[in-house]
């Protein structure tokens, strides 16, 4: 079971076009993130806080053609990336407003970098939201329940009205 993660801190990212600042991916806001024309070079940098399983990835594309073909998601223990743990290829929709989700298995760290590598025709690449999913225990098995109905073979007279008595009983199984 996937559940979102703890909003992340951004360590770094590819210079941002200007009043589009890369923290507006993780603010939960409509606003968005550009870089400024940097393509396939734009890149984020996150700080989950503390070694976190990751199994899944969400990412919307702006509501303009400057949208993202494909990237990769780079895990690692250490901030400047320098020991890779894996490396995951995500295809996104490369569609303005579009929604990318990636399911992955998952992946340990601490950090995460979001790399584009393929983009439409504008350079200025982005998004207006990233959503890291962390791993989670399934939930427990619901109890089910079961019930029967019976029917008393009498008629009852109740407030002048014939009824049919009816016993029900409910069950939960374990």
Same mark, same amino acid.
């Given at each position: 079971? +996937? &559940?979102?993660?703890?909003?992340? *801190?951004?360590? *770094? @990212?590819?210079?941002? !076009?200007?009043?589009?600042?890369?923290?507006? +991916?993780?603010?939960?806001?409509?606003?968005?993130?550009?870089?400024?024309?940097?393509?396939?070079?734009?890149?984020?940098?996150?700080?989950?806080?503390?070694?976190?399983?990751?199994?899944?990835?969400?990412?919307?594309?702006?509501? $303009?053609?400057?949208? =993202?073909? /494909?990237?990769?998601?780079?895990?690692? $223990?250490?901030? $400047?990336?320098?020991?890779? =743990? *894996?490396?995951?290829?995500? $295809?996104?929709?490369?569609?303005?407003?579009? /929604?990318?989700?990636?399911?992955?298995?998952?992946?340990?760290?601490?950090?995460?970098?979001?790399?584009?590598?393929? =983009?439409?025709?504008?350079?200025?690449?982005?998004?207006?939201?990233?959503? !890291?999913?962390? &791993?989670?225990?399934?939930?427990?098995?619901?109890?089910?329940? @079961?019930? @029967?109905?019976?029917?008393?073979?009498? +008629?009852?007279?109740?407030?002048?009205? +014939?009824?049919?008595?009816?016993? =029900? /009983?409910?069950?939960?199984?374990?």
């Amino acid at each position: 079971m +996937l &559940t979102p993660a703890p909003a992340p *801190r951004i360590v *770094r @990212s590819a210079e941002a !076009f200007p009043n589009m600042e890369a923290e507006r +991916l993780v603010d939960g806001s409509s606003l968005a993130y550009a870089s400024n024309g940097k393509g396939t070079e734009t890149f984020v940098d996150f700080d989950l806080g503390q070694p976190t399983q990751i199994g899944g990835f969400k990412h919307v594309d702006r509501p $303009d053609p400057a949208t =993202i073909d /494909t990237a990769q998601l780079i895990f690692s $223990d250490y901030e $400047d990336f320098s020991e890779p =743990i *894996r490396t995951v290829e995500v $295809d996104h929709v490369n569609r303005p407003g579009g /929604t990318t989700f990636a399911r992955f298995e998952p992946v340990t760290a601490r950090y995460v970098r979001w790399q584009v590598t393929a =983009i439409s025709a504008h350079a200025c690449s982005g998004g207006t939201e990233i959503t !890291f999913y962390a &791993t989670a225990d399934s939930e427990p098995t619901p109890k089910q329940t @079961s019930f @029967s109905a019976r029917a008393w073979p009498a +008629l009852a007279r109740e407030e002048g009205r +014939l009824m049919l008595p009816l016993s =029900i /009983t409910f069950c939960d199984s374990e």
